[in-house]
T-cell receptor, first 114, second 113 residues
Framework: NAGVTQTPKFQVLKTGQSMTLQCAQD?????MSWYRQDPGMGLRLIHY???????DQGEVPNGYNVSRSTTEDFPLRLLSAAPSQTSVYFC?????????????FGPGTRLTVT | AQSVTQPDIHITVSEGASLELRCNYS??????LFWYVQSPGQGLQLLLK??????LVQGIKGFEAEFKRSQSSFNLRKPSVHWSDAAEYFC???????????FGAGTQVVVTP
């Protein structure tokens, strides 16, 4: 299994540009999520999905859109990039252990918005 | 508000010395707690988890953590650190069944020769 994969690894955008960060998992996990990591703030949840066709907002959803058309893929869209979205983005997927989810993280995408 | 707090931003430890990283939680119910490690430029790797039962939890890479309800703490320990333990460590908690992790701000560990 490849686990959780993310592309691209690095990206530089200009303010106002749009892009999609890709995330895929091959573990048949129902739960997938997106986090952003900023210095001194740990990881903060952007959006999550509990299954195909179901998404919900996390702690910091503004400026980001998601969709979940398949179990495997959970792309994150930036419609109009802003410098405040400069961050490292991690995708995670979860296997249910009882009623609790253990999350497996991808390698991250480092995004810079100029 | 529910939260996880890591009081130490940065810790320096000598190779071979013991390490303890602090984590405090603030939840109404007993949370499910996790420790993750992030090596430079890498994603997060799960070290150990606490769901219920024994309060001393063993993890990978020789780490252990102790859940103390009376102190609302879940501190991570290692008896003897190796240079490869230099990394950032995150404590995280969940209280809902949908697995929305809340992370602490992280503790950067530097290992000196």
């Amino acid at each position: 299994n490849a686990g959780v994969t993310q592309t691209p690894k690095f990206q530089v955008l200009k303010t106002g540009q749009s892009m999609t960060l890709q995330c895929a998992q091959d573990m048949n996990h129902e739960y997938m999520s997106w986090y952003r990591q900023d210095p001194g703030m740990g990881l903060r949840l952007i959006h999550y999905s509990v299954g195909a066709g179901i998404t919900d907002q996390g702690e910091v959803p503004n400026g980001y859109n998601v969709s979940r058309s398949t179990t495997e893929d959970f792309p994150l869209r930036l419609l109009s990039a802003a410098p405040s979205q400069t961050s490292v983005y991690f995708c995670a997927s979860s296997l249910a252990t009882g009623s609790v989810y253990e999350q497996y993280f991808g390698p991250g995408t480092r995004l810079t918005v100029t | 508000a529910q939260s996880v707090t890591q009081p130490d931003i940065h810790i320096t430890v000598s190779e071979g010395a013991s390490l303890e990283l602090r984590c405090n939680y603030s939840y109404g119910a007993t949370p499910y707690l996790f420790w993750y490690v992030q090596s430079p430029g890498q994603g997060l790797q799960l070290l150990l988890k606490y769901f219920s039962g024994d309060t001393l939890v063993q993890g990978i890479k020789g780490f252990e953590a102790e859940f103390k309800r009376s102190q609302s703490s879940f501190n991570l320990r290692k008896p003897s650190v190796h240079w490869s333990d230099a990394a950032e460590y995150f404590c995280a908690g969940i209280t809902d069944s949908w697995g929305k992790l809340q992370f602490g701000a992280g503790t950067q560990v530097v290992v000196t020769p």
